[in-house]
Nanobody, 115 residues
Framework: QVQLVESGGGSVQAGGSLRLSCAASGRIFSINIMAWYRQAPGKQRELVAVINSGGVTKYADSVKGRFTISRNNAKNTVYLQMNSLKPEDTAVYYC?????????WGQGTQVTVSS
């Protein structure tokens, strides 16, 4: 079984930065996809950014140019660097890791951006 531990959420003013981390542990075979999703109150969960095993990334249009996803394969960890944060970025952010034989979600970390 795979466990994910997220960290790095918090409160920040508009224009500020935060860095989220998600570390995977447990019975991990080959990690293919690592991604960040977010869910704002009253809205559906949406994909923010994704990175595959080859380092290819994809971003939601709303965060392009402001957020950067990266991964450290040796540490089974994925990061989300969030710059120029806006109030509309306020949400619970979830890590998702897809590996051989597993598809695991983190517990979520709150990001609050005030204007």
């Amino acid at each position: 079984q795979v466990q994910l531990v997220e960290s790095g959420g918090g409160s920040v003013q508009a224009g500020g930065s935060l860095r989220l981390s998600c570390a995977a542990s447990g019975r991990i075979f080959s990690i293919n996809i690592m991604a960040w999703y977010r869910q704002a109150p009253g809205k559906q969960r949406e994909l923010v950014a994704v990175i595959n095993s080859g380092g290819v990334t994809k971003y939601a249009d709303s965060v392009k140019g402001r957020f950067t996803i990266s991964r450290n394969n040796a540490k089974n960890t994925v990061y989300l660097q969030m710059n120029s944060l806006k109030p509309e970025d306020t949400a619970v952010y979830y890590c998702n890791v897809i590996a051989t034989l597993s598809n695991t979600w983190g517990q979520g970390t709150q990001v609050t951006v005030s204007s």
